[in-house]
Nanobody
Framework: QVQLVESGGGLVQPGGSLRLSCVAS????????MGWYRQAPGKQRDLVAS???????AYADSVKGRFTISRDNDKNTVYLQMNSLKPDDTAVYYC????????????WGQGTQVTVSS
């Protein structure tokens, strides 16, 4: 089994910054991708950014140039540095661990609230 524990959400003013962290524990495969998704009220859950163990990254167009995803493979941790935050970034942010490439499963964290408001 796998557990994902997120931290770092909160309330920030427009233009501010936050850093999200997610630590994975349990049955972690050597090949995987980790990422962040977000879901605003009444909307579907969408990809924000992802990073695979070999370094490949992907970003939603709406966050390119503002958000940076990184990971520490030794600590099974993924980070999301969010700068120049906008009210539209307000959502619950979910950590994701995808091990389906190697026969594993797709896992989700419990979510952390990010609110951008003055």
């Amino acid at each position: 089994q796998v557990q994902l524990v997120e931290s770092g959400g909160g309330l920030v003013q427009p233009g501010g910054s936050l850093r999200l962290s997610c630590v994975a524990s349990g049955s972690i495969f050597s090949i995987n991708c980790m990422g962040w998704y977000r879901q605003a009220p009444g909307k579907q859950r969408d990809l924000v950014a992802s990073i695979c163990k070999w370094g490949t990254t992907a970003y939603a167009d709406s966050v390119k140039g503002r958000f940076t995803i990184s990971r520490d493979n030794d600590k099974n941790t993924v980070y999301l540095q969010m700068n120049s935050l906008k009210p539209d970034d307000t959502a619950v942010y979910y950590c994701n661990l995808d091990q389906r490439r190697t026969g594993g499963q797709n896992y989700w964290g419990q979510g952390t609230q990010v609110t951008v408001s003055s």
